[in-house]
Nanobody, 115 residues
Framework: QVHLVESGGGLVQPGGSLRLSCRAS????????LNWYRQATGKQRELVAN???????TYTDSVKGRFTISRNNVWNTVSLQMNSLKPEDTAAYYC?????????WGRGTQVTVSS
């Protein structure tokens, strides 16, 4: 069974940094693309960043230049380094993978950017 467990959220001031991590189990991790989504209160869930199996990355425009997604195929983790955080980055952040014909989500980790 596939499990995704996020960690690293918290409260940070505007301009600060956080690093989110997601540990995956139950899949051949290195074969799959991994995603970070976020969902702010009252808004739709949006794709923030993606990292393919070959390590290539894509980002939504609002985080380009501030967020960096990376993966470690030894530890089966995908991380999201978030710098220059803004109040509009406040959301629950979710790890996601599409594998074996299904879609899997973690429970999410809350990021709050506020002074």
């Amino acid at each position: 069974q596939v499990h995704l467990v996020e960690s690293g959220g918290g409260l940070v001031q505007p301009g600060g940094s956080l690093r989110l991590s997601c540990r995956a189990s139950g899949i051949n991790f290195r074969l799959y693309a991994l995603n970070w989504y976020r969902q702010a209160t009252g808004k739709q869930r949006e794709l923030v960043a993606n990292i393919a199996s070959d390590g290539s990355t894509t980002y939504t425009d609002s985080v380009k230049g501030r967020f960096t997604i990376s993966r470690n195929n030894v530890w089966n983790t995908v991380s999201l380094q978030m710098n220059s955080l803004k109040p509009e980055d406040t959301a629950a952040y979710y790890c996601n993978v599409r594998a074996c014909g299904s879609e899997f989500w973690g429970r999410g980790t809350q990021v709050t950017v506020s002074s």
